[in-house]
Every structure is written in structure tokens, then in C-alpha cells.
């Protein structure tokens, strides 16, 4: 699969003096179905020269956007609840327009890790193939790779033992004298699935309190560690 990035064209600086001035004769397109002809003229040049480079500025950010890879284990609390929702939104687009099966894509797959990873890159990497300055082969490559994820994510499924009625933690087997003092095994007692959307938002309430909760203590240990430098002085 390529993986070029195409550099993006230079665009003009609307406020470049070295531009060459408009031809103030000629009568350009109208905006958005707005006629300007009734405006004076002076109106009308500063609309239209106002269209232009908010035009510009919009396709330049458009064209320097690429699709990266999310780390969501260090996303700050409102990137965290950002991201969840639009993937969210892609899943639920992706399992209705290609007819996706509960074994490949369960209505609870935020709460298994293994498959909200696999989602999140299948969603980066559509992002990326689809994208306006993306090569024409792209659309077909990313298809290809959604078959092999596909398969992925009915073992992920299998292994998980979330279904479209029930659901439970994924199992983790501990190994001994090999975890952390403070984690404990999760509870894997399954439980019917019911209101899935307001168990998704729950979720992500859940995920945001716990990165703030995070963050704060980094910010915490970080201000500790200076005032104790600051103390030893």
C-alpha cells in the first residue's frame, strides 16, 4: 500500500502587494448565489476580496490537515471526549453503510480496549485514503486493508465475549508475580446490553474524569518536585 503524503501546492497570499490588482471591468462570479451587482462598487470589491481569502485560508488548512495515528493513552481530557464522539460517529456510519454484523462490530466495543484501538486505525487510515489530495488508488487500498481488519476484529470479537445481547470485560490472565501492585483483575461478569448510546456517553464521562483525574496528578507531582528544589536551594 502507498503511504505518500502529496506536499501540498503553494497558495497565493491574498495580501501579497507584488499580486497582480483585479480588473475592476470584469464582473466575477457571484458567491453562494448572492448577487452583488446592486452593491457599489467598492462594497462589492471588498466582499469578494474577503471571499477569496477566507476561501483561501479554508483550503490551505484543508490541504495541510493529515490524518494521524491517535495515541489515546495520552490525549488531554478534552481531545479524549473530542475523539471518542467522532469515532463514535464513524463506527456507526461504518457498520450501516457496509452492513457490519454484532461479530464484527458490537454495540459494545468502547468498553474493550483491543477493539476501540482497532477502530480508532481503521478510521485514521480511512481519513488518510479518502482525503481530497489522497491518490486515486487509495480508496481501493484502504478496502483491502479493511478486509484484512475485519478479520482482526471477529478475533478480537471471539475473544472478548461481547455479543449484540450481552457483554462482559474482556478476560486478562495474570501472570504470577508479574502485575503491578495496584492493579487488580477486572470484574467479568457479563450483563445484558441495554441502552447502548447511553451507556457510550457514560463511558466517555467516565474516561474524560479519569484523564482529568491524571493530568492533575502529573500537574501536581510536577509542582511538588519544583517546590522541593525550590525548598533545597
Not at 194 to 221: M, Y
Request: glycine residues 4%; proline residues 9%.
Amino acid at each position: 500500500m502507498s503511504t505518500d503524503n502529496p506536499t501540498p501546492p503553494d497558495l497565493p497570499d491574498p495580501d501579497d502587494p507584488d499580486l497582480p490588482d483585479a480588473d475592476p471591468t470584469v464582473q466575477g462570479p457571484d458567491f453562494d448565489g448572492i448577487d452583488l451587482s446592486e452593491l457599489p462598487a467598492d462594497v462589492a470589491e471588498k466582499a469578494r476580496a474577503f471571499a477569496k481569502q477566507t476561501f483561501v485560508a479554508d483550503l490551505a488548512k484543508s490541504l495541510t490537515a493529515v490524518a494521524r495515528p491517535i495515541n489515546w493513552r495520552t490525549l488531554p481530557p478534552a481531545d479524549l471526549e473530542a475523539e471518542l464522539l467522532e469515532l463514535n460517529g464513524w463506527v456507526d456510519w461504518l457498520r450501516h453503510t457496509y452492513g457490519l454484523p454484532a461479530q464484527v462490530v458490537p454495540p459494545m466495543w468502547h468498553r474493550h480496549p483491543e477493539l476501540l484501538w482497532e477502530l480508532s486505525a481503521l478510521r485514521q487510515h480511512w481519513l488518510f485514503c479518502f482525503d481530497p489530495q489522497a491518490k486515486g488508488n487509495q480508496a481501493l487500498a484502504w478496502h483491502h486493508d479493511f478486509s484484512q481488519a475485519r478479520e482482526r476484529l471477529r478475533d478480537w470479537v471471539t475473544i472478548s465475549g461481547t455479543r449484540l445481547d450481552r457483554d462482559r470485560p474482556t478476560r486478562i490472565t495474570s501472570w504470577p508475580g508479574g502485575e503491578a501492585e495496584d492493579w487488580t483483575e477486572p470484574d467479568t461478569t457479563e450483563r445484558p446490553v441495554a441502552g447502548r448510546t447511553d451507556d457510550f456517553l457514560a463511558f466517555v464521562a467516565e474516561q474524560v474524569a479519569a484523564r482529568r483525574a491524571e493530568q492533575d496528578a502529573t500537574i501536581h507531582d510536577v509542582i511538588s518536585e519544583e517546590q522541593q528544589a525550590r525548598d533545597s536551594r
